[in-house]
């Protein structure tokens, strides 16, 4: 025969076993805790969504509109470009019956010359601004560093990672909005020429450079 506890009676042993049928039906009923959390340590680890950073900030979108207003404006003048250089082959192929063959071989080589250096010259302008657009960024990205360090020591946080090298996370750690906000009220568009902002991209000496953003009607 089992013996009881001391002190204990069989009331209390009812009353523990209801108790202990309490907490496990609300375990498995998936219901809400019957006691008070404790609340979760601010995130030591942080997440940043870069291309998100760079495209929604008012730095990254500027840069974007001058490198589209660039590319528009480079493809109006190869498309004029082409027109003259028809024109003017087709001038030469009228002219052809009325020359001497040397006459015309010089005309020829000379205009297959003149192609080949608008070739090169209309390539290198592309290169220009595809070089001005990783200048933008490469200042962009270096003057978020010590806004985003302020950030993380404002958090309590010891290190931020790249989202896209995050396999799982909570959105809850994501700094994202938060950065771009702080970026925003200290870099603005990028048209600073003082220490606190990136400078913009230097134009090239000849070719089309990324100017600024025309205004909003």
Sequence with gaps: MAHRPKGQSSKGQSFGRWVRALV?????????????????????VLTLDQDRLYAESAYGKALEARVTAANQQLSAENRK?????AAEEADLTQKR?????????????????KVEQVRAD???????????????RKAFFQ???????????QMGAFAILNRSAVVLAFDSIDVTDRA????????????TQGTTGPRLPAPPADGIALGAVAPAP
């Design 97 to 113: 019956p009325t020359m001497s063959a040397a006459a015309f071989q010089t005309l020829a080589d000379a205009f297959d010359a």
């Design 81 to 85: 470009i082409e027109q003259d250089l």
């Design 143 to 153: 003057a978020t560093v010590p806004i985003l360090g302020e950030l993380m020591q």
């Design 180 to 191: 771009i906000k702080a970026l925003d009220a200290k870099l603005g568009d990028g048209s």
């Design 122 to 136: 209309q390539a290198a302008k592309i290169e220009a601004m595809k070089t001005q657009r990783e200048e933008g």
């Design 24 to 44: 496990l039906g609300a375990l498995i009923a998936g219901g809400a805790p019957l006691f008070a959390q404790t609340p979760a340590p601010a995130a030591q």
